[in-house]
């Protein structure tokens, strides 16, 4: 790439210095173009992770200001992205450390399985999610916002259940309750409504996006059972 710019700028000259180099044949310019293109993917792919990494710590740690900055209108593939890295992590995880989670005969069908996961049930759930949520919004957030900001709440506020495959039931129903709290304070923040009617309005999204989907309901119970309490 410098060595075109540097032609372009010298004039025939340097074209005809050039030619007669190695490095200066038309062959070599392609694979350094080529190499060039593969280190821009690398790179890339290198960004989105440090990215999704450093948006899970902060939704973590700092919900309501990473809520109130994060969240913008028309802007839904961060927040998709962001939920199908959770639900690779968790998925993966839970494959491979419950017992009974992976088909021992078929690493295979555990592959398609996972992606099956995370490229068409995490987008479609999501949507219907978000749906319900603006249905369920509708008489108590006038004042409400669309319904892809809607979509990147509860997808941001799945992020404690990256942990959902760990085969510690503690950790897991920590998470659903950690995701169903962040939902309650993205709610709060991007449709200007009180915490008191986000979690009327994010309970029945919650149980069924964390709690269901990721599992963390099945945790509790067991907790429950386990403290005698049910």
């Known amino acids: 790439m410098a060595t075109l710019y540097r032609q372009g700028a010298h004039g025939r000259g340097?074209?005809?210095?050039?030619?007669?180099?190695?490095?200066?044949?038309?062959?070599?310019?392609?694979?350094?173009?080529?190499?060039?293109?593969?280190?821009?993917?690398?790179?890339?792919?290198?960004?989105?992770?440090?990215?999704?990494?450093?948006?899970?710590?902060?939704?973590?740690?700092?919900?309501?200001?990473?809520?109130?900055?994060?969240?913008?209108?028309?802007?839904?593939?961060?927040?998709?992205?962001?939920?199908?890295?959770?639900?690779?992590?968790?998925?993966?995880?839970?494959?491979?450390?419950?017992?009974?989670?992976?088909?021992?005969?078929?690493?295979?069908?555990?592959?398609?399985?996972?992606?099956?996961?995370?490229?068409?049930?995490?987008?479609?759930?999501?949507?219907?999610?978000?749906a319900l949520q603006t249905v369920l919004l509708i008489p108590l957030a006038p004042d409400r916002a669309g319904i892809s900001e809607t979509v990147q709440v509860l997808a941001y506020a799945a992020a404690p259940c990256a942990l959902t495959g760990v085969p510690i039931v503690e950790v897991r129903a920590l998470a659903g309750l950690y995701a169903a709290a962040l939902l309650t304070i993205g709610l709060s923040e991007v449709h200007r409504i009180s915490l008191g009617r986000s979690v009327l309005v994010g309970a029945v999204p919650a149980f069924l996006g964390y709690g269901l989907g990721f599992r963390a309901f099945d945790a509790i119970t067991a907790l429950l059972a386990r403290w005698y309490i049910i």
């Not at 200066?24 to 593969?38: I, K, L, M, R």
Request: contains cysteine; glycine residues 6%.
């Open 14 to 130: 340097d074209e005809r210095a050039n030619a007669d180099e190695p490095n200066g044949s038309p062959h070599c310019s392609a694979e350094a173009v080529a190499v060039t293109g593969v280190a821009d993917r690398v790179g890339a792919e290198d960004h989105l992770t440090t990215e999704l990494v450093r948006s899970w710590l902060r939704v973590l740690v700092s919900p309501r200001r990473f809520f109130r900055e994060r969240v913008v209108p028309r802007d839904q593939a961060p927040g998709l992205l962001f939920a199908m890295g959770v639900v690779l992590v968790a998925e993966t995880t839970r494959v491979a450390f419950v017992p009974g989670a992976s088909n021992a005969g078929s690493p295979l069908f555990d592959v398609v399985r996972i992606l099956a996961a995370v490229l068409f049930v995490t987008p479609a759930a999501l949507h219907v999610l978000a």
